[in-house]
């Protein structure tokens, strides 16, 4: 006789609780959004909006029956809606970037299907093409990006003397120990990631300079992912302009791909690839 006095009770307590009108329920917060720094002109970018927010429900007393009614929603970055490709509204969207922002600092707005809606100021940053991205230095990754590979704007060449023009000194082009400066290298470039990763799982990649003093290169570089983080977010120092790294991704099951940067700004993307959950 207890037991079913006990689940009226309870489904009471629950209809109390939790059922309401939207204009009843708290609006919903923005929590985060991954990545929160990308390129100024990124194509078909994937940007995560992690949300908390509470739902009305509905209880069918005959049938002992909770429905929770959750919807969907919608995304803008600015006054500009984003295309949703995923929206689980437990609490995570995905969505592509729209095109036609400028650099700077942009608003993104989410509004779920009942009306009601969250903003976070400011929580996209779009960079000018060229404009670094520095994290502070972490203990187990590549170190100091500027210290190890900028160096001072001023060095010594190793210089000599070419014999064959009738002793001429001529400037045969910096050593492999001169402090690297801007131009030297152009860019970077990823070996191929083939196959599906595992978030939260580690796997091996190589990343390689690229310009005219490329196989001088012993600094490290920064990794950035288009959807969520990487684990260290610095590689190096690399050797003969050669980065080779264990890494951890954690992010929504997707395409994605890595970009490196180094201390002047140089920059090169990975092929994109597959990321599947952590299982």
């Not at 707005?109 to 520095?134: I, W």
């Not at 170190?143 to 064959?164: A, K, R």
């Not at 492999?176 to 939260?200: H, K, L, N």
Request: glycine share 14%; charged share 25%.
């Amino acid at each position: 006789m207890m037991r079913p006095g006990l689940a009226t009770v309870g489904m009471a307590v629950l209809a109390w609780a939790c059922t309401g009108a939207p204009e009843a329920l708290p609006a919903p917060t923005i929590v985060g959004v991954e990545p929160a720094t990308l390129p100024v002109n990124a194509k078909d970018e994937d940007l995560t909006v992690r949300f908390d927010a509470r739902y009305s429900v509905a209880v069918d007393y005959g049938e002992e029956k909770v429905d929770a009614r959750m919807g969907s929603g919608r995304i803008w970055v600015d006054e500009q809606e984003a295309k949703v490709s995923s929206f689980d509204p437990a609490g995570v969207a995905i969505v592509t970037v729209p095109r036609g922002l400028g650099a700077g600092a942009h608003a993104v707005r989410l509004r779920l299907d009942d009306g009601r809606e969250a903003v976070a100021e400011g929580a996209l940053t779009l960079r000018a093409p060229g404009q670094e991205v520095v994290d502070p230095p972490l203990i187990e990754d590549g170190g100091i990006l500027i210290l190890v590979d900028g160096g001072p704007i001023y060095g010594d060449f190793d210089g000599g003397v070419d014999t064959t023009d009738g002793g001429q000194q001529v400037d045969a082009g910096p050593g492999p120990d001169a402090p690297m400066r801007e131009g030297d290298i152009t860019g970077f470039s990823f070996d191929e990631i083939e196959g599906t990763r595992v978030s939260r799982t580690p796997f091996a990649i190589t990343v390689r300079a690229n310009g005219p003093r490329a196989g001088h290169f012993q600094g490290s570089v920064e990794l950035s992912a288009s959807r969520g983080t990487v684990t260290p977010s610095k590689i190096g120092p690399c050797d003969a302009g050669v980065c080779n790294a264990n890494i951890v991704m954690d992010a929504p099951a997707g395409n994605v791909r890595l970009t490196a940067v180094d201390s002047f700004g140089a920059t090169g993307d990975s092929n994109t690839f597959r990321l599947e959950p952590y299982k």
